[in-house]
């Protein structure tokens, strides 16, 4: 299923009222991004697109965080109660239909991994265990694993610990770069510098600096157009705005395809720790339907691990 722009938009608005919200409750971009699980520098994006939108200043910097200016104050409240009279009304209806179908569970992801990883295979989840009925929350918000509005499990990016839940490694996170095979230069590059006068297509994660700075290049200046969501971002490498630099399996479609085509004849990966993860409240019962679906997900990368060997 193809997102529309009208999704995104309404995403969009979504992430900063929640980025707002966050922010002003807990006085710093910092402890917002560590709550909502996204970076500082994704929170911070949010706000100034809020601020630019309504053209207000919501915040006043305090010698230690911000705090709300009094317009962005009683804007705020009224934020919060919006956001409670949605979740009250979600939660009904979540457990109305919870109670006409016990097996549907509610996965939370990120809208690319949802678009690019986990929807073209959710036919065969279907088809296996016909039974179970998923309900796919895409958002880079953080959502509740437990109490009001929680959802079953979620499918993150980053590295463990992740406190107060439990986490099972799903698929690794090394960014590889890619671009349109019809972008202008492409086959021409064989080093890192080769690639500093190329547009660069970033997003929250700022990977190119990390990978300049792996590389033996540190503090590049690069320029290029900059997306708030991973989604956008390789939308723009399909159309050939330039390279982008994203986590390896969401890129692999797209290869597939022949969309996209790496940027380098070696391939220059941003190796990292972090990676897909599911995570959950308490341990998974291997029993029970989010265990079953858990179970899929790792026969899902165990098929298509030994298809990439098989090709290669």
């Not at 707002?20 to 991004?33: C, H, Q, V």
Request: aromatic share 8%.
């Amino acid at each position: 299923m193809k997102i529309t722009n009208a999704q995104r938009m309404s995403q969009a608005v979504h992430n900063q009222l929640i980025a707002f919200e966050a922010t002003a409750r807990l006085g710093s971009f910092r402890a917002a991004a560590d709550e909502l699980f996204v970076t500082q520098g994704a929170i911070a994006q949010q706000v100034r697109a809020m601020e630019d939108k309504l053209g207000i200043r919501l915040f006043t910097r305090l010698p230690r965080g911000l705090a709300p200016t009094p317009v962005a104050q009683e804007y705020v409240n009224r934020v919060r109660l919006a956001m409670g009279i949605i979740q009250e009304a979600t939660q009904v209806l979540l457990q109305s239909e919870v109670e006409n179908s016990p097996c549907r569970l509610t996965i939370s992801t990120t809208v690319a991994f949802a678009s690019r990883w986990l929807m073209p295979r959710l036919v065969r989840l279907a088809e296996k265990h016909p039974r179970i009925s998923i309900m796919i929350d895409a958002t880079d918000a953080r959502r509740p694993l437990k109490g009001p509005g929680s959802i079953d499990m979620a499918i993150r990016w980053g590295a463990p610990p992740f406190l107060d839940t439990t986490a099972s490694f799903l698929l690794p996170g090394q960014g590889i770069a890619v671009c349109s095979p019809a972008l202008s230069g492409h086959g021409s590059w064989r080093r890192p510098e080769d690639v500093l006068n190329v547009p660069l297509i970033s997003d929250t994660h700022d990977n190119w600096a990390r990978w300049f700075d792996f590389y033996g290049l540190p503090g590049a200046r690069f320029s290029g157009p900059s997306f708030s969501q991973t989604d956008l971002a390789l939308d723009a490498a399909e159309q050939g705005m330039g390279i982008a630099l994203i986590p390896e399996p969401l890129v692999s479609p797209s290869l597939k395809a022949g969309t996209l085509v790496m940027a380098f004849a070696d391939p220059y990966p941003l190796k990292t720790e972090q990676g897909f993860y599911v995570v959950t409240a308490a341990p998974i019962m291997p029993d029970s339907a989010l265990g079953t679906v858990v179970a899929w997900l790792l026969d899902e990368v165990e098929a298509s691990t030994s298809a990439e060997k098989g090709r290669r």
